[in-house]
């Protein structure tokens, strides 16, 4: 076989490897968004889904502090999960997080009455989560 066969050869097999590498790449690809971040995704808004319409439901019927107590407990979910997150996230995220973080903490201690009337709803361990979440936030560490 001639040298310039060879050559040829190795070459098309060489973008025909890369070619089955690319596709089996995007295969993957599509395979991992199918089945582990659409069903995510499809619980986190139907959760999201599921508050708002208790929210509104309990807005309609007049029971404005029941809708209080489900955003708190709802804010406290937010706040657990990205205190948990934050060694995770990157720099400007981590800032925002810990700006937020600490308003939420000023303004629960300013309006301290207004949250101690939801607490008996709520788990003493979640409020214990929250409380420490708040007094010394894991993304303010990292945002400095």
Excluded: W
């Excluded at 619980?43 to 708002?52: F, G, I, P, R, S």
């Excluded at 939420?104 to 201690?109: D, I, P, S, Y």
């Amino acid at each position: 076989m001639p040298p310039i066969v060879k050559r040829a050869l190795t070459f098309v097999l060489a973008v025909i490897g890369a070619i089955a590498i690319f596709f089996a790449g995007a295969y993957s690809s599509v395979y991992f968004t199918n089945r582990v971040l659409t069903p995510r995704l499809g619980l986190q808004n139907l959760a999201e889904l599921v508050t708002d319409s208790a929210l509104l439901s309990a807005l309609d019927a007049g029971n404005v502090e029941t809708a209080r107590a489900l955003l708190i407990m709802d804010e406290d979910g937010h706040l657990i999960g990205l205190d948990g997150l934050a060694p995770n996230l990157d720099d400007d995220l981590a800032k925002s997080t810990c700006k937020i973080m600490r308003g939420v903490a000023k303004r629960r201690t300013d309006n301290a009455a207004k949250y101690a009337a939801t607490e008996p709803a709520s788990d003493p361990d979640v409020r214990k989560l929250v409380t420490a979440s708040l007094q010394n936030p894991v993304a303010c560490a990292r945002a400095k």
